[in-house]
């Protein structure tokens, strides 16, 4: 069955650190990976995806994600977190389907992340 | 930037009573989705809806539930008799196309509750 796994349910982290959410897919074929975050009171806002090519692919708010192929991963990460990144984030998978014909994510269960001051 | 917009922000409901919840995609966007999530689980699909008709749905889309565009603008997700079970947060989505590496648009949601 497809899924994927987020293994953490809350990173902490400290202002200015680097922070890594995690995530692993289980997903026949080549997926398409995809970043959402979620702040208080807000929609699923999308960050970043990957599909083919470069395995570090860079989305919004200086956030960057590295498909690894090998070990099924699609680890978000940040070089130096802000108080204002805390928010909720989701990793989701979009299997690769022949037709192509429809549009349906796989999501991880999200990873809140706390940056302390 | 464009945005995808739901109504209500919550809604609190009569077991056994209809809802319809509401959601206006963006504008130019072809492809309408609902996702549910109930607290504390995963994001979890309902439905698809692409040129007025559904084009795919989960076991959880049973003939309590419906999706209509009523209009050029708006999408809505109706449950016709609403169980205790059916409280979460509901989140419409669109997308412009399918190619594979299209993102999904979500809106705020829509928090329904059934007492």
């Known amino acids: 069955a497809q899924s994927v796994a987020q293994p953490e349910d809350q990173v902490n982290v400290a202002e200015g650190n680097p922070l890594t959410v995690k995530c692993t897919y289980s997903v026949s074929g080549n997926p398409y990976l995809f970043w959402y975050v979620q702040y208080p009171n807000r929609g699923l806002q999308f960050l970043l995806k990957?599909?083919?090519?470069d395995n570090l692919v860079k989305g919004s708010y200086g956030f960057e994600a590295e498909f690894n192929k090998s070990q099924t991963s699609f680890h978000l990460k940040k070089p130096s977190a802000l108080v204002s990144d805390s928010a909720l984030y989701f990793c989701?998978?979009?299997?690769?389907?022949?037709?192509?014909?429809?549009?349906?994510?796989?999501w991880g269960a999200g990873t809140k992340l706390i940056i302390k001051p | 930037e464009p945005e995808v917009t739901q109504t209500p922000s919550h809604q609190v409901t009569q077991m056994g009573q209809e809802v319809i919840l509401r959601c206006v995609p963006i504008s130019n966007h072809l492809y309408f989705y609902w996702y549910r999530q109930i607290l504390g689980q995963k994001v979890e699909f309902l439905v698809s809806?692409?040129?007025?008709?559904?084009?795919?749905k989960s076991e959880i889309f049973d003939d309590q539930f419906s999706v209509e565009r009523p209009d050029g603008s708006n999408f809505t997700l109706k449950i016709r008799s609403t169980k205790l079970e059916d409280s979460a947060m509901y989140f419409c989505a669109s997308t412009h196309g399918l190619r594979g590496g299209t993102e999904a648009f979500f809106g705020q949601g829509t928090r329904l509750t059934v007492v």
């Open positions: 990957y599909i083919t090519g």
């Open positions: 809806f692409y040129n007025n008709e559904i084009s795919e």
């Open positions: 989701a998978v979009r299997a690769p389907r022949a037709m192509d014909s429809n549009y349906q994510l796989i």
